[in-house]
T-cell receptor, first 116, second 111 residues
Framework: KAGVTQTPRYLIKTRGQQVTLSCSPISGHRSVSWYQQTPGQGLQFLFEYFSETQRNKGNFPGRFSGRQFSNSRSEMNVSTLELGDSALYLC???????????????FGPGTRLTVL | KQEVTQIPAALSVPEGENLVLNCSFTDSAIYNLQWFRQDPGKGLTSLLLIQSSQREQTSGRLNASLDKSSGRSTLYIAASQPGDSATYLCAVGKGYSTLTFGKGTMLLVSP
């Protein structure tokens, strides 16, 4: 079974530009979450999508947004890029159980974003 | 606000040693706890998931325990191997898919 895939794997952008990252979850997984990983702050939760709806959002500015499509694939967008947005962006998927469930999360390889 | 602390931050051991990684969290009202490993520049690999109602989980040479009341979890690695070298991350879950991560323990196992 294929794992979580993320594209692109590497991106270089300049300040002020915007970027869109893509995540394809494991087949059958309907929940997709996004995390930012930096050396200083570690891993921080950005947001989670389930059934095309954002269910939860971390403490990030409105420049960070996302969406989920009917096939559970998700995209996140960062507008007006800042130097501090340079990070590894990780996507995770989870198979939500019938009662909501708290199943294991599986992570993709990440997208390395560098903002110059 | 949930805070997760991992001790030690780095650990270097010779091959074959048994070792324990520690994780503590401030809010005991969690739904689950998950241990991951991360190789340099890579994504996270899930190792073990412990539900809040469980005390421990085992997978091969790995054993993770959970004591919710004291806000602690340990990851025990038996007979360590050079291939175990990686950063080990502890994450607690509360509500949907939100995970709060510790900063990790960087493990180096030398041959």
């Amino acid at each position: 079974k294929a794992g979580v895939t993320q594209t692109p794997r590497y991106l270089i952008k300049t300040r002020g530009q915007q970027v869109t990252l893509s995540c394809s979850p494991i087949s059958g997984h309907r929940s997709v979450s996004w995390y930012q990983q930096t050396p200083g702050q570690g891993l921080q939760f950005l947001f989670e999508y389930f059934s095309e709806t954002q269910r939860n959002k971390g403490n990030f500015p409105g420049r960070f947004s996302g969406r989920q499509f009917s096939n559970s694939r998700s995209e996140m967008n960062v507008s007006t890029l800042e130097l501090g947005d340079s990070a590894l962006y990780l996507c995770a998927s989870r198979k939500v159980g019938s009662g909501g469930g708290y199943n294991e999360q599986f992570f993709g390889p990440g997208t390395r974003l560098t903002v110059l | 606000k949930q805070e997760v602390t991992q001790i030690p931050a780095a650990l270097s051991v010779p091959e074959g040693e048994n070792l324990v990684l520690n994780c503590s969290f401030t809010d005991s009202a969690i739904y689950n706890l998950q241990w991951f490993r991360q190789d340099p520049g890579k994504g996270l690999t899930s190792l073990l998931l412990i539900q809040s109602s469980q005390r421990e989980q085992t997978s091969g040479r790995l054993n993770a325990s959970l004591d919710k009341s004291s806000g602690r979890s340990t990851l025990y690695i038996a007979a360590s191997q050079p291939g175990d070298s990686a950063t080990y991350l502890c994450a607690v879950g509360k509500g949907y898919s939100t995970l709060t991560f510790g900063k990790g323990t960087m493990l180096l196992v030398s041959p």
